[in-house]
């Protein structure tokens, strides 16, 4: 059985010049900003602007870019091999920036799995960033014909295994 295991985040620019549209993005979700339409865009372009020159000095601090992509991959990477043979490829979709859910449905259904199980790599769950990566990944696969049965497996943090291999890390690292 082939495995389509797409994994969530939030995305971040990958370049000085991406740190304006991404929180133009980030800005213009309606999970973040409940206002109508034409306000939220209003209010997303006047704060991603007035708040650009921290954000930039951020990023630069970063090299220049968010470094949530590589991270993810490595993740993406990593999980694709301890899953072995089984079938199953890891793709990413981040929510507001490149590759956003419509370009990853597009790769997705070209490897035309059998199952698609999401996986939100964010440490909680938020309308703002499970909900609407989910949400979002719903109405662009509808879009791009992608009907292959899909699974949630959300979430994480609360999952006693994954306490525990935490509480042993600080506990290691505490010692």
């Not at 997705?108 to 440490?123: E, G, H, N, S, T």
């Not at 525990?164 to 010692?175: G, P, Q, S, T, Y």
């Amino acid at each position: 059985m082939k495995t389509a295991i797409i994994l969530f985040n939030l995305g971040g620019p990958d370049e000085p010049e991406a740190i304006k549209p991404f929180r133009v993005n980030l800005f213009s979700d309606p999970a973040i900003i409940r206002a109508p339409i034409f306000i939220r865009f209003w209010l997303a372009r006047l704060i991603a602007a007035s708040s650009s020159k921290a954000a930039v000095a951020n990023y630069e601090r970063m090299g220049g870019r968010s470094p949530l992509l590589d991270l993810t991959t490595q993740q993406a990477q990593a999980l694709e091999a301890a899953l072995g043979d089984i079938g199953a490829k890891c793709f990413i979709a981040m929510r507001y920036w490149h590759p956003f859910a419509a370009e990853t449905v597009k790769q997705v259904k070209a490897y035309a799995p059998d199952r698609i199980l999401l996986l939100p790599l964010y440490p909680q769950f938020s309308t703002t960033t499970t909900g609407s990566s989910i949400r979002d990944w719903h109405e662009q696969a509808a879009k791009g014909g992608l009907v292959a049965p899909t699974t949630s497996l959300c979430c994480f943090y609360d999952d006693a295994d994954y306490a525990a291999a935490i509480a042993k890390l600080v506990d290691e690292e505490i010692a």
